[in-house]
T-cell receptor
Framework: GAGVSQTPSNKVTEKGKYVELRCDPI?????LYWYRQSLGQGPEFLIY????????DSGLPNDRFFAVRPEGSVSTLKIQRTERGDSAVYLC?????????????????FGEGSRLTVL | QQPVQSPQAVILREGEDAVINCSSS?????VHWYRQKHGEAPVFLMI?????EQKGHEKISASFNEKKQQSSLYLTASQLSYSGTYFC???????????FGSGTQLTVLP
C-alpha cells in the first residue's frame, strides 16, 4: 500500500498479557515514530527510529514498553504485562527525515493506529 | 512540555472564520499543524520554522511568533470539510520528535 499500515487495528487483551503492535511504514522512509493517543488528547511521543536504531526512546513510559526495527523498515511495539492504563490508540508515523533541522521535510505520515483495550 | 491550545472547541457556520492558537513555554524551532477527523489518522497541514514566517494553503494559513513562542492557525470562509480536531506539534532544538497539544475541536455546521 501507499500509506503507513498498522496491525492489528483493534486489540482487546486482559491485564497482565503481552501485546505486539506492528507498523509498516511508507517505503523508503528512514524515520519512524511511535505515538500514543488517549481519548481527547493529542498524540504523545513514545520512541523515534532513524534507520534500525532507536534514536530517542525518552517517551517510553517504563520498561514494560519496548520497540524494535531490525531491518530499518517494519517496526514492532511490544508491551509486557499490560495494565488498564495502557489502553489507548497507538499511532505509528513515518517520514523521509527527522522533523527538526534545516532539512526538515515537515510532514509525518500517520497510520490509522492500533486501538488497544486492556480489560 | 506540552503546548497549550485555545480554544478547546469551536462551532462555526459554513463560511465563517476561525483562529486556533498554540503557545509554548519552551523555545521552539518549528511548529507543525495537523487535522484529525474522528477515527482517522492525523493529516499534515503545514509547518512553520522559526523566523516568523506565515504560510498558507488555500483558505488555511498560519503564523509563528518565535519571540512569544506562539503560533496561530487561521481558517477563512470555513467549509464543512474543515471539521475535525486540530493539533499543533512543536519541536525544540535538536529534538526529532513533536510534542502535541491537546487539540482544538472544530465543528462547521451548514
Amino acid at each position: 500500500g501507499a500509506g503507513v499500515s498498522q496491525t492489528p487495528s483493534n486489540k482487546v487483551t486482559e491485564k497482565g498479557k503481552y501485546v505486539e503492535l506492528r507498523c509498516d511504514p511508507i517505503s523508503g522512509h528512514t524515520a519512524l515514530y511511535w505515538y500514543r493517543q488517549s481519548l481527547g488528547q493529542g498524540p504523545e511521543f513514545l520512541i523515534y527510529f532513524q534507520g534500525t536504531g532507536a534514536a530517542d526512546d525518552s517517551g517510553l513510559p517504563n520498561d514494560r514498553f519496548f520497540a524494535v526495527r531490525p531491518e530499518g523498515s517494519v517496526s514492532t511495539l511490544k508491551i509486557q504485562r499490560t495494565e488498564r492504563g495502557d489502553s489507548a490508540v497507538y499511532l505509528c508515523a513515518s517520514s523521509p527525515l527527522g522533523t527538526s533541522g534545516r532539512r526538515n521535510t515537515g510532514e509525518l505520515f500517520f497510520g490509522e493506529g492500533s486501538r488497544l483495550t486492556v480489560l | 512540555q506540552q503546548p497549550v491550545q485555545s480554544p478547546q472547541a469551536v462551532i462555526l457556520r459554513e463560511g465563517e472564520d476561525a483562529v486556533i492558537n498554540c503557545s509554548s513555554s519552551k523555545a521552539l524551532y518549528s511548529v507543525h499543524w495537523y487535522r484529525q477527523k474522528h477515527g482517522e489518522a492525523p493529516v499534515f497541514l503545514m509547518i512553520l520554522l522559526k523566523g516568523g514566517e506565515q504560510k498558507g494553503h488555500e483558505k488555511i494559513s498560519a503564523s509563528f511568533n518565535e519571540k512569544k513562542q506562539q503560533s496561530s492557525l487561521y481558517l477563512t470562509a470555513s467549509q464543512l470539510s474543515y471539521s475535525g480536531t486540530y493539533f499543533c506539534g512543536t519541536a525544540s532544538g535538536s529534538a526529532r520528535q513533536l510534542t502535541f497539544g491537546s487539540g482544538t475541536q472544530l465543528t462547521v455546521l451548514p
